[in-house]
């Protein structure tokens, strides 16, 4: 069964740092997303990405945040500037199609900011 | 604020019987509903949707939406204990398409 991919598992960088996060959605689906977990809360929408563009976001996702497509597999997310309050699991889910259809998420990537 | 609520449990079940979750949500404009299972440090998993009022069976589990009164439940029948997890209600549609809001999930525990 096709499954969204993610890489690394796990991140642990240094506050102030840039990190990127890797997803290869299934191949076939048209509209990608990111949402984050902080430990033990509920997971929460960051962004939806959709024909090259930002289809809507969060508040969460303020100018430190960004997305993009590189190529034709992968989805990523690039924080600017870590914070310690970005330590999360991050995990990214992709549809083939907009609100009526599921999201699949892939394993998630643990980033740990010290 | 558009809110999903779940009763965060713990919701203790015997193996064999019938686990009851349910979700309230406050969007009246919602229009798609789904359940995901999360194990412990794992990613959300996919169990079922629903986007109409009534039932939808898929072997062990039914939802059951009901749109007047802003409510969707998931039923799991004979219960196992692999069953174990923490249980997450979803809805999009309104004013975001794409976007799913989630409740805090029900944590179910089978035991033998």
């Known amino acids: 069964e096709p499954e969204v991919t993610q890489t690394p598992s796990h991140q642990v960088t240094q506050m102030g740092q840039e990190v990127i996060l890797r997803c290869v959605p299934i191949?076939?689906?048209?509209?990608f997303y990111w949402y984050r977990q902080i430990l033990g809360q509920k997971v929460e929408f960051l962004v939806s990405?959709?024909?090259?563009?930002?289809?809507?976001k969060s508040e969460i996702f303020d100018d430190q945040f960004s997305v993009e497509r590189p190529d034709g597999s992968n989805f990523t997310l690039k924080i600017r500037s870590t914070k310690l309050e970005d330590s999360a699991m991050y995990f990214c889910?992709?549809?083939?199609?907009?609100?009526?259809?599921?999201?699949?998420f892939g394993d998630g990537t643990r980033l740990s900011i010290l | 604020q558009k809110e999903v609520e779940q009763n965060s449990g713990p919701l203790s079940v015997p193996e064999g019987a019938i686990a009851s979750l349910n979700c309230t949500y406050s969007d009246r404009g919602s229009q798609s509903f789904f359940w995901y299972r999360q194990y412990s440090g794992k990613s959300p998993e996919l169990i079922m949707f629903?986007?109409?009022?009534g039932d939808k069976e898929d072997g062990r589990f039914t939802a059951q939406l009901n749109k007047a009164s802003q409510y969707v439940s998931l039923l799991i029948r004979d219960s196992q204990p692999s069953d174990s997890a923490t249980y997450l209600c979803?809805?999009?549609?309104?004013?975001?398409?794409?976007?799913?809001?989630f409740g805090q999930g029900t944590i179910l525990t089978v035991h033998p």
């Open positions: 990405f959709y024909n090259n563009e930002i289809s809507e």
């Open positions: 889910a992709s549809s083939d199609g907009m609100h009526n259809q599921p999201q699949h």
């Open positions: 629903i986007y109409s009022n």
């Open positions: 979803a809805v999009t549609g309104g004013t975001s398409y794409g976007k799913l809001t």
């Open positions: 191949s076939n689906h048209l509209y």
